[in-house]
């Protein structure tokens, strides 16, 4: 943009101080945890409370051409929320609304609440928000609606999508309109609630969010693998996948395993090359069945150990494990985060390909995985000081996708596209469904000014 | 239309005999079970077998500004697929295309299958394919995606959109493309896969779609209750939804009763005012905890009778008792038939406002719903010959849908909205939403020749 524009005229419409312009304040916006290092630096920040407010901020943004991120908690992956120079930054954290209604069944909430926070107060009603980000402490509702956030329960239980019965959302030229509605079931006109969960806050700005909760989730049986290989810890997937759907089938790698024991100190084995840990929450019997399947699954593809337990404490520890391992791998120096997706059969060419790339590429690559949905994070580890090793991990970086593209699956499983991964989108989708894509953002944001620079 | 445009230059770019113009076998395609008087008169009737000849169809349509109806099998109850005059016809009913991929657990079939076809597919490899409207015997799963159709398990097992993974379409331009896949999770670019489900042809025409299919349902325990009142069973729904998540959920009112006990002689008790059908396939002792929570909620209720088993055949009799009220209650006269649905705190709500509307505009109303998830299907009954009445149950069709937008619910759970319900849906969506389907309308199909006068 030639002309800077003032954001004096916004201040003056909106409540004291929601309108932010201290430089220091605004540095902690421009990136998200993608720390793209090209992110831009914003014309400010506004962070309102209400639906209101968004449409005041909309509309000014829409009168003069302003262009508008929106950012939830700001853990976007893939750089969903990276700010843009001469943005404005649109931040739901003070938006923190909930209201559990018991007699449907549902949530109510503003974009701004985490998804922990949602998922307690359900707990509280003695309900349940199955959708399980591993970042559920720290990512928000919003965000998770934004990307159609899935977790490691979806592998029985579904993701952001199947949960969201309704929507309020504020379109580019700051109408805002209610979308669904606390009804289980509903064909009235087009699917318009499922077109913004996942559409990464190009198309409208969620405000308000109508979230169905489920009785609460039977106590869960653990079941936890060592293996010598990702490799034959993929194929003990695949075995369990082919028999029962069971309520969690998470795997991490030899990297992982050890930088998660490095930060947690809870005695995994160093020496494994993979760990699978596997929960069945069916009911009596039907638990017992599923647990010794999968046993038998792990005994079958060579695990050397194999560790059950149906003590709930336990079987979280193995589960924050796995949480932790972003975290924990991100210790060993900068990532780059895939979260590439096959479908299920794929998955050992997926890991084997991966292993491949960086084999060639001289990089470290940890792999964990939503394994019972195909679902993998190769984790990139680079020094960012060096440059000839960050310039062979983003090599990595896009071949992976190539990668999962060529198996026939997704750059993108849970994370969304966000800035990071435009460039590949189109060769996953091709150029008539970019083209269809574009068709519907012009339509709903005709002068662009929604997230620019996601997905498009 | 001023002229009338010919056919012929279809007919020579198709195979022999697939464009048809014969005037009584046109005749057949102009209503569907809406049975809308005002059907048009179709120019001719097109039955592809491949995506290309779809394409081929499409681009002709375009070329010539000629609108374009799709049909599956013809069942829609709402005019979805109604004729409109000069209208090409495309019926998929030759699109029979099925290959089952155990290995992913998903089915790849074109809409010309019948919902039927696809479960036996599934299950004679051991997999299940869970929607199931009532006409699942005679209805495509083309409609099925059409219209986000759900069923009587979907109160606990979803609708047809949680389980299209992917889709062929061909948009009004004749372009054909890819959207989805067989991966479990896909976040790639905006959820154009959802977009399509339920949007009633009046996007683009689905030529494939990609199923999930699940591990097979376990056996299920059938527990019938009966009741002085539908008020009083509608009360017996509420106690039982709010404790667990049955399998099935169903309930049939004393006319619905009787025309079932006519047409199949089961031995249904005609004295009864309500009938509620409830099925858990909880495995084991979860399964006999949740038919005790059944039975003593029917109890409670003031059920006069209870009667449970586990035997699948005597279960499933009830259940085609409940699919066959509509063909039964149809054999008392001419039907409008509603779909409508509300929150399920509001069913005792929406069930005593339509026997209401029913004394009020002296008409026969039978009440059967899957009422699990608060969908209804209010059956107005009425002699065609009969203008009065005739009359008298119109303004009640209308003024059952004004209720349940009144209660917050929804004109139409699973049918769509077709060309019978658009009336009401401004009143349910409001005027932004309804410019905003039309935004998405216009752009995807600027020339309005996609199945026009459904939605909008």
Redesign the interface.
Known sequence: MTDVISPDSLIAELPDGMVVTDPDILGGYRQDRAFDPDAGTPLALVRPTTTAEVQTVVRWCAHHRVPLVTRGAGTSLSGGSTAVDGALVLSTEKMRGLVID?????AVVQPGLFNAEVKAAAAAHGLWYPPDPSSFEICSIGGNVA????GLC??KY??T??YVLGLEVV?ADG?????G????????????T??F???EG??GIVTEVTLRL??PQ?PACTVVGSFASVHQASEAVLAI?????PAMLEFMDSVSINAVEDMLRMGLDRQAGALVVAQSD?????GAAEVEIIERAFAEHGAAEVFATDDPQEGEAFTAARRAAIPAVEKLGSLLLE?V?????QLPALIDGVAAIASERRVMISVIA?AG???THPLIVFDPADTDEHDRAQLAFGEIMDLAISL??????????GRL?KGW?PN???D???D??A??????DPHGLLNPGV?L
């Open positions: 018991t007699a449907t069944r549902t990307t159609n956030a899935g979806c592998v579904g993701v999508t199947d379109l109408r805002a309109m209610r979308l509605g606390k009804q289980l079931k509903d064909s009235a006109g087009l699917p318009l499922k077109l969960v996942g559409s190009v198309l489920l009785p039977a996948t082919a028999q029962i759907r069916a009911p009596g019997p039907a979260d997706g096959v479908a299920l059969p939503h949905d195909g679902n026939g699956g997704t750059i993108t499983g849970e994370h969304g596209v991964k989108l996953q989708v091709g008539d469904v970019m269809l894509t068709t519907i953002k012009n339509a709903l997905i």
